[in-house]
């Protein structure tokens, strides 16, 4: 393969694991919905994951307040409302109202998942790394729609552009 150098600020792109998320989240009658890619699962039983969710955004407030959010996996068929939440702010907008997403009641958490994606994990805050916005986070409850057998997520390659999966493939492996 005939490789060029590539600008180290367009490398999230080529590494970001994905699939996008939208991040859900709750506290005193304040809500949120953002979308996220800079994620990664770092334990299995119970399943832990950490998150990096900016300051700036007005889900880290309710976050941090809450100590909890429900992560939500959405696929293609509705990438415009992950678009809109991912450019827009909970802080001044009804991002539920604004996508027209349905609230579902989550058991664990005061944070609504969203009806129209397709799997919803229940999250509670169990570390920080405040330097880099890192969020550890147990998932205390998920739920799937068993019905969606090959997810079309999406992963995100930077500035409105999204790799689409969906097929599987079964490859020589014993890793878990
Ligand atoms: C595809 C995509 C991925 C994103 N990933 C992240 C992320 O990993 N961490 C983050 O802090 N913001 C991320 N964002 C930006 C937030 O979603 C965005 O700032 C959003 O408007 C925050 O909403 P809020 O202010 O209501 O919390 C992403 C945006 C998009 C479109």
């Known amino acids: 393969m005939a490789k060029q150098a590539f600008p180290l600020s367009g490398v999230y792109g080529l590494i970001e694991t994905g699939p996008v998320v939208l991040i859900s989240t709750r506290w005193k009658g304040r809500e949120s919905i953002m979308a996220q890619s800079w994620h990664t699962m770092i334990e299995f039983d119970p399943p832990i994951l950490a998150c990096v969710i900016s300051e700036s955004n007005y889900s880290f407030e309710l976050i941090e307040k809450s100590g909890e959010c429900a992560i939500n996996i959405p696929t293609v068929e509705i990438g415009r409302q ?8 909970g802080r001044n907008a009804d991002k539920f109202e604004a996508c027209a997403f349905t609230r579902e009641k989550a058991s664990d958490v005061e944070a609504a998942l969203i009806g129209e994606c397709y799997a919803s994990l229940e999250c509670k805050v169990i570390d920080r790394v405040k330097q880099y916005d890192l969020f550890v986070m147990e998932v205390t409850r998920a739920w799937v729609d068993p019905a969606v057998t090959e997810p079309r997520t999406l992963h995100h390659r930077g500035y409105g552009a999204f790799m689409v999966a969906g097929e599987t493939v079964s490859l020589p492996s014993e890793m878990r």
């Open 82 to 89: 992950v678009a809109l939440c991912g450019n827009s702010s």
